[in-house]
């Protein structure tokens, strides 16, 4: 029992990692990623501060990616969230790889996958990043010809971003490029009680 509760709590938290909105419209195709990427800059620990979150995801807060090598050079992705009705921490391990390996300029595409699922799908961009500070990063499914399920996130290396203004006014720029939809965004705390030690078990 206590198995199949915990691969069950897992597959919900699993929910909660690939955030989600479904929109009337459909995919956009004039959307840019970083380009000359650089990966190694890339890893270590990212705080979640927003999000586009569906609908039967979990009341999660103190959400953290952390990207590190494997041996054989891929991307280990380690996501890990509090609940906060139980102080409860829910963890997975994923993989991530380059969407587009071979290309002469390195785009900011991965295809991220959890539980072993196939790793097929270019389903995390990375719209723009300083390395040290932000990442926002964004993907979209065509559900048909009118409508899309777009993922979104904005990401800091601290648990809030710097007092820094212009940062700041850079990325509302970006979100609003990007058809960033503020009323669909789900803040993540990263202050509440729990968060510190990162919940009371793990699943």
């Known amino acids: 029992m206590k198995m199949l ?11 909660t990692l690939v955030q989600g909105t479904i929109f009337e419209r459909p995919c956009r195709t004039d959307v840019a990623v970083v380009q000359d990427f650089q990966v190694d800059q890339y890893l270590g620990l990212w705080y979640d501060l927003e999000h586009y979150e ?3 995801s979990q009341n999660t807060d103190c959400i953290t990616a952390e990207y590190s090598r494997y041996a054989n050079g891929s991307i280990r992705v380690f996501n890990s969230a509090v ?13 991530a790889l380059l969407s587009y390996p071979e290309a002469e300029v390195l785009e900011a595409k991965l295809n991220v996958s959890f539980y072993g699922a196939p790793n097929d799908q270019s389903n995390y961009w990375i719209l723009d990043t300083d ?3 932000y ?3 964004w993907s979209c499914k065509p559900i048909g010809e009118k409508r899309s399920f777009e993922n979104y996130g904005l990401l800091s290396r601290t648990p809030a971003l710097p007092e820094d203004e212009e ?3 850079k990325i509302e720029m970006l979100k609003e490029q990007n058809g960033i939809i503020d009323d669909e965004l789900i803040i993540t705390e990263h202050f509440a009680e729990g968060c510190n030690n990162k919940g009371n078990g793990l699943l």
């Open 167 to 169: 940062l700041r006014e």
């Open 54 to 56: 569906a609908s039967f």
């Open 83 to 95: 609940r906060l009705t139980d102080g409860l921490l829910y963890a997975v391990d994923g993989l």
């Open 131 to 133: 390395y040290e500070n």
């Open 135 to 137: 990442a926002i990063v």
């Open 5 to 15: 509760q915990q691969l069950v709590c897992g597959a919900l938290f699993l929910a």
